[in-house]
Nanobody, 116 residues
Framework: QVQLVESGGGLVQAGGSLRLSCAAS???????MGWYRQAPGKQRELAAA???????DYADSVKGRFTISRDNAKNTVYLQMNSLKPEDTAVYYC???????????WGQGTQVTVSS
């Protein structure tokens, strides 16, 4: 079945940048893709999402700093994270669905830690 594998997480200082990648085992040409994040003691939230035709959606907390993109030829979705803040620290999960909010598969997650 379809598998999603995240990579690119790590430790970065506040103000720095990271780019997360999510590689899918099958074509993502007709799927919406998203990045969720969950910090300790907090609810999971949708940080960014992109539809099959490239329409994007962002949480207010990351607008202007994060950019989600997709490369259908590589079956990969990316999350470029700039101007990182300590409150961005979380496990980031890649997800896929028929439409944004109709997610049906998840990756294992990648840890992002932002130091002050």
């Amino acid at each position: 079945q379809v598998q999603l594998v995240e990579s690119g997480g790590g430790l970065v200082q506040a103000g720095g940048s990271l780019r997360l990648s999510c590689a899918a085992s099958i074509s993502i040409s007709y799927t919406a893709m998203g990045w969720y994040r969950q910090a300790p003691g907090k609810q999971r939230e949708l940080a960014a999402a992109i539809s099959s035709v490239g329409i994007t959606d962002y949480a207010d907390s990351v607008k202007g700093r994060f950019t989600i993109s997709r490369d259908n030829a590589k079956n990969t979705v990316y999350l470029q994270m700039n101007s990182l803040k300590p409150e961005d620290t979380a496990v980031y999960y890649c997800t896929a669905g028929h439409f944004i909010s109709s997610w049906y598969t998840w990756g294992q997650g990648t840890q992002v830690t932002v130091s002050s």
